[in-house]
């Protein structure tokens, strides 16, 4: 089977899980971002979190992260910043103040007011996805926008982890494009795990 045709199939079954999980157990979301907020305050108390931390704006079904704001930035007094995608593949990420979000290239509210940041400006990236394996490589929507910023030398070393229920962890390798990088783990609803090296 082609690798287009078997990850179209793929994200139809991930797409399917992830809404199933979500009917199942309607504090799933919360769960999640529990965990990815014990991440970030655990780093943060060892002082690793100097600059922006990357969140998501989300589409339907994926996990709200931006529900952390407040207490990311009002007690832990961190930055945040949200991606933008210019609607022809490229990706980049902006402060996220107070200003009002304005529509991207692809239709997601981003802080388009702000200038974009560079790799070493941020700390943390959180993405979401249908799905990831347990090497790291992770399943997105097909429009390429973060493997191509993070197939950059500097992008690629900015910490990164995939955000997803439990669900959506694939116990099988998932199919991998020569310009995939594989991100440093994921958090679900059972906590954070990073890839073993």
């Given at each position: 089977?082609?690798?287009n ?5 793929l ?6 899980r992830?809404?199933q ?9 919360a ?16 002082s ?5 931390i ?12 931006t529900v952390?704001?407040p ?8 930055t ?9 593949g490229h990706l980049s ?14 239709g997601i ?5 702000q200038p974009p940041?560079?790799a ?10 249908l799905?990831v394996?347990r090497d790291?490589?992770?399943l ?5 926008y ?8 500097l992008?690629?070393e900015?910490?990164?982890?995939v955000v ?11 199919p ?11 958090a679900?609803e059972r906590?954070v795990c990073?890839?073993?090296?």
């Open positions: 089977m082609p690798m045709t078997c990850k179209r199939e994200r139809r079954l991930y797409r399917q992830r809404s999980a979500l009917r199942d157990n309607p504090n799933l979301q769960g999640v971002a529990q965990q990815v907020l014990g991440a970030i305050r655990a780093r943060h108390a060892l690793s979190l100097q600059g922006y990357g969140l998501y704006w989300p589409l339907p079904g994926e996990v709200d992260l952390l704001r207490c990311l930035v009002e007690e832990l007094r961190l945040l910043a949200l991606p933008a995608a210019d609607g022809q990420y902006h402060p996220w103040g107070t200003e009002p979000l304005i529509d991207d290239g692809c509210p981003a802080p388009l007011n940041l560079t070493d400006q941020l700390d943390l990236l959180l993405v979401p996805a799905a394996d790291g490589v992770r997105g929507y097909g429009g390429g973060y493997d191509r910023l993070r197939a950059q030398p992008w690629c900015v910490p990164a982890l997803l229920p439990d669900a959506c962890i694939s116990p099988e390798r998932l991998r494009d020569p310009w995939d990088r594989p991100f440093d783990g994921w679900s906590g990073k890839v073993e090296e």
